[in-house]
């Protein structure tokens, strides 16, 4: 079968390895995760396939999938534990201890190709099996595994502009106390008609670089309700270099 594979491989001896096991994963693998337990190893993998379909007047339609599939790795054997099908093209991907964070563009879902879903998935399970919780349709584009963060109760996203344009990015956060229904608490725009690069998390703070003819750096402040503000933008480099306070604080 087309798609790419997990596999398992004996290095005790480096001139002669051997495979032990290998699983199927459907699709170009995008990226994965392993995390590693005090008894078990679980491996989680993010692929985008490209499907065809028959529609019910008979034509055939072909678009991509997201498909995140796990596996008990903790031996020498590769055990499949859950698989699942959220569509839409895979954006990144994040690895919290306790949850996955998948972000993809689903044309069928928002009809935006310009704006990412975020899905939680639970990877608390140290076997491997996955449980798909809520999916959230944020502001802008998700490029880095490093513009989801998962702290507490709370979901943050960084995303952009896929193409510039006038647009602005976005720091947007929700309350996942309940991880099957998130709540939407607040978001601030910033660093308009630039793109979005590089970003960071801390405990209560986010700092984006974005870019157009100059490179300014963001400073952003998260309260621990999740209450979210710009405070500062520094110009990097550009046309102009200077200091810009968003606030006199």
Do not use: C
Not at 25 to 44: D, E, F, K, N
């Amino acid at each position: 079968a087309e798609g790419g594979l997990v596999m398992t491989v004996d290095l005790s001896d480096p001139t002669n390895p051997v495979l032990l096991d290998q699983a199927h994963v459907p699709g170009y693998i995008q990226t994965s995760r392993l995390t590693r337990g005090a008894a078990s190893s679980a491996l989680y993998v993010a692929a985008t396939e490209w499907v065809e379909s028959t529609d019910p007047d008979g034509s055939r339609t072909s678009g991509p999938r997201t498909v995140v599939k796990s596996f008990d790795v903790s031996g020498d054997t590769i055990a499949i534990r859950s698989e699942f099908d959220l569509g839409g093209y895979v954006d990144a991907i994040q690895a919290t201890p306790q949850m996955l964070l998948v972000a993809r563009t689903d044309w069928n879902s928002n009809g935006n190709s310009d704006s990412s879903d975020v899905t939680l998935i639970d990877i608390s399970n140290p076997d491997g099996t996955m449980v798909e919780r809520d999916t959230v349709a944020v502001a802008g584009k998700v490029v880095s595994q490093f513009h989801m963060d998962f702290r507490g109760d709370m979901l943050r996203v960084l995303s952009g502009p896929r193409w510039g344009g006038g647009q602005s990015s976005h720091l947007e956060t929700w309350d996942a106390t309940d991880p099957d229904k998130l709540v939407a608490i607040d978001s601030e725009a910033f660093g308009t008609g630039d793109n979005l690069f590089a970003a960071i998390f801390l405990e209560d703070r986010a700092f984006a670089v974005t870019y157009l003819r100059q490179d300014p750096f963001h400073a952003l402040s998260i309260t621990p309700d999740g209450q979210v503000q710009e405070e500062s933008e520094y110009i990097v480099s550009g046309w102009n270099d200077f200091f810009r306070p968003v606030l006199d604080n």
